[in-house]
């Protein structure tokens, strides 16, 4: 194996591995330690530092040869489509999420779904998963494909040990607000999201997509045809 192949494994590893050490079986160990804000501290450092050895380590890797011809048309339509889902699902993730750290988090839950968590109750995890999936479709080669594949198992295993998380923590809240939400999206629950989500995902979408051809030179969404 390429030995700069090799380093961005072993960076995603690292932050793969750190946030789910951190965030479960060493928290407990860790706040004791140095308190809650020291966990919040020592925890904002880990991620940011293993971060940025994966981006250091992603920029390093030349591009490489993809696993298939992801420049097609079609292949960018359905990445772009992707990514105003993705989009959508950030935004709405926002507004009125019990999985987020709050003092009503539990109330929020007992409310029942709402905006895009008609689609799924992890949209923010959901939305990381989807421009993973986006990247990979389009551009296949091996750092990305190490990149976007770290990135999304972080999103998806992170969100079902949240569940188990927040179970210990808001009790019947969560089971209640489990029962009522889907953990898989539900791609029906888009028509139910609401305006909010929408409007600022579609700025969100041409913004993001925007920079991304001005910052790392390859037009995106709609921009590709415009």
Do not use: C
């Amino acid at each position: 194996m390429d030995q700069l192949l090799a380093n961005l494994i072993a960076a995603s590893l690292a932050f793969v591995g750190t946030h789910f050490a951190l965030s479960h079986p060493l928290r407990r160990a860790v706040t004791g330690a140095v308190g809650e804000k020291g966990f919040q501290a020592v925890y904002s450092l880990v991620a940011l530092a293993t971060f940025a050895w994966m981006v250091l380590a992603f920029r390093a890797v030349p591009i490489g040869v993809p696993a298939w011809n992801g420049q097609s048309d079609l292949a960018w339509a359905i990445a772009t489509a992707v990514m105003l889902v993705a989009s959508v699902l950030l935004v709405g993730s926002f507004l009125g999420n019990p999985a987020l750290p709050a003092p009503n988090a539990a109330n929020l839950a007992k409310h029942g779904p709402h905006g895009v968590f008609f689609i799924t109750r992890h949209p923010m995890m959901w939305s990381f998963t989807f421009w993973g999936l986006a990247h990979v479709l389009v551009s296949p080669t091996p750092r990305v494909i190490v990149l976007s594949g770290a990135l999304a198992i972080l999103a998806l295993a992170g969100s079902r040990m949240q569940d188990r998380k927040k179970e210990v923590l808001m009790g019947g809240a969560w089971s209640q607000w489990e029962r009522k939400t889907s953990f898989w999206p539900r791609f029906g629950g888009l028509a139910r999201s609401g305006a909010v989500p929408w409007i600022g995902g579609i700025a969100l979408w041409l913004g993001a997509s925007w920079l991304h051809g001005w910052l790392i030179g390859i037009p995106a969404g709609v921009w590709r045809w415009i």
